[in-house]
């Protein structure tokens, strides 16, 4: 039986679909945000509080994301996190992923007031965005084709990525 949520992502078609897709439960946004990896072109900028490891720690995410970066050698993630201590002391596929691609994945910390932001969203190519409302529960909005919105939020991602600062314990260590 395919559910509604199930329909919207069947025909889901980045920068081309006019219909907002609700998001309730971490399984919906697991899903979308797989999909929208999927179908990104050049960039994939994600904002995060912690790496959220229900979201971003799962295989299924780390490998849509490392067949996306290694589609061309001109993709770019880069991914911004306000507390990295969860993502430092359990582990995390991302940032696993993030030594081997060192080129086309980067993530940085928030630093001043940027870290205290307490947003989660993700902007793919300048066209897309799914956003988490609030910080409590899953429940969201991904939008296909939100272009003066997900271009203001990319500007506002590069300002801050400029800010932000380098993770020492994500760097990779050769010996």
Known sequence: MTTPFD?????FKLGESEELVRLEGIDEFCKAQRLLIGQAKREVFIMTPDLEPERYNEPEFASALSAFVRRSRFTDVRILVADPSIAIRWGHHVVKLGRRLTSNLKIRQLSGEDARRPEAWMVVDD????RREGNDGFIGVLNPRSIPHAQRARRDFIEMWERSEEIPDFRQLHL
């Open 7 to 11: 329909a919207a992502l069947e025909q």
């Open 127 to 130: 066209i897309a965005m799914l």
